[in-house]
């Protein structure tokens, strides 16, 4: 567990602190979120990886209280860090006043398949408009100027309009940035993007992340970037934090996280990645295995069954270390591996 | 949009009339004709067979077939629907006489299914698993398999014969010829009439709802900050809304099929009972402009679900 800095430290958008969240099914329970903690700061992008099922999602679902119905915050607190002082989201009702009330305004999301995330009968300006009614003070014309702005701000050309146009008239790329405007519309302290460009070609892609770059640089929102790509990663993050199984095995800026992985599961995405230009006949090395049942968890380390660096403690959960004042891994050997870094 | 209406129009016309040739080509080659009907059975045996064959020449039975088909076909197109085989009525009179009791009849009970089975289906998705939901499902279940003719018995056994709380059919009484006179006759019936509708209309929007609602988008409003009733009604509702449109578009000439069925039920003074009847005693010419109006009523409602769905739905881009 990170130790708090002492004293309210202004650039601080919003602190997970030891998150439980389960999901039930058939009177079995999936422990999703199995103790997670990270930090998200103004200007800043963290970016959380991880393999499909890891709990990223969950994660992100969490902070906006958007779970699906059979699952639960057990444990663990989600702070809000606002203007109005700081915010217990875990324990605000569901669906409730004050949660729909940081929904949008204070927290936005943008979704990984913009086809599907805009509503295919209503056009994009109402969409965004709907956003402005409720969190702002605007008039009727005010917000369909702001629209028309917001439109144009996001790259879309002819906004006046394309604002009146419905989704089906968007391509892809141009619907995610529309999904952006929606989420921008009322200048949220934090962004939260659930793998945005998954569903986007490479060049897209591209000029997505340069955009939410831009809005990180111009108005200081913090983003919380939920990707499985390292490229992403190295290119856009600030801090990132690694997730297996529901627990973050290891976090820390960017740079010592990728130059020195301190955990195995981290080496071992790091080692899969191909590299373009080494030809195909470089060294893939695909993680061994497969995550194991979420209904029927090892007691141990949960990465333990397909580490290379397996040792007998590792039938006993490793517990959040700190290597340095914002660097810390959940592996029992993790001082051999910065060990082997420093020679 | 005008101009892709005129064009439905237009491609109706050639439907109409291969259709209206379909059902004269049917009536034609059923035993029997006009003045097999018109002269009792034990007389005709008696009559002199080249007398029998003048008549049909002066009733213009003789001619070949497409020649009739042609005459009675231009006679329709010019308002002119021939004359009804009992008692020689004009068929065009019968139509204006018994049309607006069956539209009054279809059209009240396709309002009251429409309205209560989108409210019940609603309610029955947003309630999903809960006992609500349940206790709808079974009823719907219920109002789908059990015939009208049963419900339409059970109700003036109920409702006129041991409450007396409503007439016990007809469409009105001599001298209460206001719509407040008539609203207690109407009720019965047209409740009867909806119930079928209304549980399928209900199944259909709980289904085409629970669809929406587990859709991204609804996750998007939510998102937003959006209140409960707004994700659910704006977001959910209207995108379930499509589907449903287009079910009770193509539920409304049922309608009319079932109303000659509560028409008898009720003695409703409308088309149906009108077409029974004529049925019944080989009356082909009122027979065939009954059948020729059932069929117009499938092909406008056709259009009209295709205009709705245009209009609720902008994916569905009608070529302009």
């Known amino acids: 567990m990170t130790d708090r800095t002492p004293g309210p430290d202004p650039e601080l958008a919003l602190s997970v602190r030891d998150l439980k969240t389960y999901i039930y099914a058939n009177n079995r329970c999936n422990r999703a979120l199995d103790g997670v903690s990270f930090d998200i700061h103004r200007g800043k992008t963290l970016c959380i990886v991880g393999e499909s099922g890891c709990g990223k999602s969950v994660t992100a679902a969490s902070i906006l209280q958007l779970l699906p119905e059979l699952s639960r915050i057990e444990e663990g607190e989600i702070v809000y860090h606002g203007a109005e002082g700081p915010v217990n989201i875990e324990r605000l009702k569901r669906n409730g006043r004050r949660m729909r009330a940081i929904r949008g305004k204070e927290i936005a999301m943008i979704f990984q398949d913009p086809m599907t995330a805009l509503n295919p009968v209503y056009s994009i300006g109402f969409q965004i408009k709907e956003m402005l009614l409720y969190h702002t003070r605007l008039g009727k014309r005010a917000r369909h100027a702001k629209a028309i702005d917001l439109l144009r701000s996001m790259g879309i050309p002819l906004p006046e309009k394309r604002v009146r146009e419905y989704p089906h008239l968007y391509s892809g790329g141009m619907r995610q940035r529309a999904m952006i405007a929606i989420a921008m519309s009322c200048d949220p302290r934090i962004l939260i993007a659930d793998e945005p460009t998954t569903a986007l070609d490479v060049t897209i892609q591209a000029q997505i992340f340069e955009l939410m770059d831009t809005l990180k640089r111009e108005q200081g929102t913090a983003i919380m970037l939920i990707t499985h790509d390292m490229g992403v990663v190295a290119e856009l993050a600030d801090d990132v934090a690694v997730m297996y199984m529901g627990q973050i095995v290891e976090a820390g800026p960017v740079g010592q996280v990728l130059r020195n992985p301190l955990h195995p599961y981290t080496r071992a995405l790091l080692e899969s990645i191909p590299v373009l230009g080494r030809g195909k006949n470089q060294q893939i090395r695909a993680i061994p295995g497969q995550t194991p049942d979420p209904y029927d968890r090892p007691t141990g380390c949960q990465f333990a069954e397909r580490c290379r660096y397996r040792v007998d403690a590792c039938a006993e959960m490793p517990p959040e270390t700190q290597v340095s004042s914002s660097h810390r891994v959940r592996c029992w050997r993790h001082r051999e591996f910065m060990a082997d870094a420093a020679e | ?320």
């Open chain 2, 1 to 320: 949009m005008l101009t892709y209406i005129a064009r439905r129009l237009l491609t109706l016309i050639p439907m109409a009339i291969a259709i209206s040739f379909l059902i004269y080509l049917g009536l034609d080659l059923t035993p029997g004709d006009a003045v097999s009907h018109m002269i009792p059975p034990d007389v005709i045996g008696t009559m002199d067979p080249e007398r029998l064959d003048e008549l049909r020449e002066s009733l213009g039975l003789g001619k070949p077939f497409l020649v009739r088909y042609w005459i009675w076909i231009t006679g329709v197109l010019q308002g002119d629907f021939g004359y009804s085989l009992a008692g020689g009525v004009q068929i065009s009179k019968i139509f204006l006489d018994r049309l607006p009791a069956t539209l009054e009849l279809s059209c009240a009970a396709l309002v009251i299914s429409t309205i209560l089975g989108s409210i019940l289906g609603t309610i029955s998705a947003l309630t999903r698993g809960t006992f609500a939901d349940q206790a709808l499902t079974v009823v719907g279940m219920l109002g789908v398999s059990i015939p009208e003719f049963f419900f339409g018995l059970v109700a003036i056994l109920v409702f006129a014969l041991n409450l007396g709380w409503l007439p016990v059919g007809g469409r009105t009484l001599p001298g209460y010829d206001s719509f407040w006179d008539r609203l207690p006759h109407l009720i019965m019936p047209a409740l009867v009439l909806s119930i079928m509708m209304t549980a399928g209309v209900m199944r259909y929007a709980r289904s085409s709802m629970l669809d929406a609602l587990s859709r991204d988008f609804i996750r998007t409003a939510r998102s937003k900050g959006m209140p409960e009733w707004r994700v659910n009604l704006l977001h959910g509702f209207r995108v379930a809304l499509t589907p449903v449109i287009v079910l009770i578009g193509f539920r409304l000439p049922v309608l009319i099929g079932g109303s000659v069925i509560i028409e008898q039920v009720f003695q409703w003074p409308g088309i149906g009972k009108e077409f029974l009847s004529a049925v019944r005693s080989q009356d082909y010419p009122l027979v065939m402009m009954v059948a020729l109006f059932s069929v117009m009523a499938v092909l406008l409602a056709s259009l009209i679900v295709d205009i709705l769905t245009a209009l609720i739905d902008p994916r569905v881009r009608l070529g302009d």
